[in-house]
């Protein structure tokens, strides 16, 4: 992102929900977008998973300028590239375990058979083998999640943002769920941007920046590599 800006509404009521944010993301990176509810977290993710557009500045993804690009032209950036978690779980009521995770693929057009082989290696990797044929009402919060990062992960993203993916999560489930995405991100070298105002969550990620009022105040490395 360079020199980004999002404002919402027009005349006196405009709100400023991000100003001039320069950000990187690199490869392999796990990083915590860290700041107070209304800091701008949120509109932060929605314009790198390209699910919102900015009024100024450009949001460059793997070399290709999405700047002029419109949200519908960038829809195959987002199958390809990023998975996106979202605060409320975000499943289809209607649909299963196994058919949230599956939806994706759908979407891309894979054959019948590597669908069925990638969602069952998915949900057996993330725990969820039992809970296939069951509905997000059935499951439990944790569960849920697990589905949504089921569902990012099966397109199998360079990048996935998560938004305060552990805010609806007791704090043992939510550890649990941090733990899980830290693991993915050394293991397959998933690149990782998650936001949350939560503590224990901050303290476990080694790269945070701080957002306030729609600005990045502060970026450290507690750790560096
Ligand atoms: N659709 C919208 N219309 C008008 N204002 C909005 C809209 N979405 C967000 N805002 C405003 O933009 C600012 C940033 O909001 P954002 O949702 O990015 O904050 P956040 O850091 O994610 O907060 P939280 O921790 O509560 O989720 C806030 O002042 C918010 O009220
Ligand atoms: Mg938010």
Known sequence: MVDVSRY???????????????????????????????????????????????????????GTDTTMMSLEELAPIRLEKIGFVFQSFNLVPVLTAYENVELPLLFKGLDKHTIKARVGDILDELGLNERKKHYPREMSGGQQQRVAIARALVTKPSLILADEPTANLDSQTGTSIIDLLIDLNIKKGVSLVLSSHDSVVVDRISNIVYISDGSIKKASRKNPP
């Open 8 to 62: 919402y509404g027009t005349g006196e009521g405009r709100i400023t929900a991000l100003s001039h944010v320069d950000f990187d993301v690199k490869a392999g990176d796990f990083t915590v977008i860290a700041g107070l509810s209304g800091s701008g977290k949120s509109t932060l993710l929605h314009l790198l998973g390209c699910i919102d557009k900015q009024d100024d500045g450009r949001i460059i993804i793997d």
